[in-house]
């Protein structure tokens, strides 16, 4: 992705948070097909090669996995918190005017060719993972032994599993560091006010991105 200097992430352990912070990503593969798209819930082990490894599964039906099984190279979007900027958020607009809109956001961009596997223990065992991952805080968390053993079965054999090392990782968080510090805050104070909570997820992120400047 276009990345200028400026909002690039390096750093590893955040590169693994911010993806974690992302419940559904994007995989993205080119094959026989063309271009297609998967939006999937996936589990990053931060332990398994050098960048981590990424573990998901789709619907047998679903012909994307035939290009994961030819060794195709795949993209993992993780998209994070995002928000238009209006140019009316920058004191600066006062100033001189030369100001536009933007939109600012995180997002990380994992690339690597895949394992593709259909045993059905491997298969119950990812499953269990994610569930329990996504089950976690509630009064009652679903286990995926609550239901029959045969039903369990018969859906396991409807989905194909995947492993992903990662190979290269790419982070960007877009928080307006080119701006001045009085824009910055304004940016930051404007979004934090505002009624949808997609604004004031992204300010939230920003005083923490300032801090490490």
Partial sequence: MYNPRAFAVEDLPQLHQMMGD???AVLVTHGEHGLQ???LPLLLDTQQGPNGSLYGHMARANP???DLEAGAEALVIFAGADAY???GLY???AEHGKVVPTWNYVAVHAYGSA???SDAQRLRNLVGALTDRHETGRAQPWKIDDAPTEYIDSMLKAIVGFALPIQRLEG???LSQNRSPADVAGVRNGLGASPDPQDRALAHLMPEQLSKE
Avoid: N
């Fill in 172 to 174: 960007k968080r877009k």
């Fill in 64 to 66: 994307q996995w035939r």
């Fill in 91 to 93: 004191p600066s607009k």
């Fill in 22 to 24: 992302c419940r559904l």
């Fill in 85 to 87: 900027v209006s140019p």
């Fill in 115 to 117: 394992e593709v596997f």
């Fill in 37 to 39: 798209a998967s939006h």
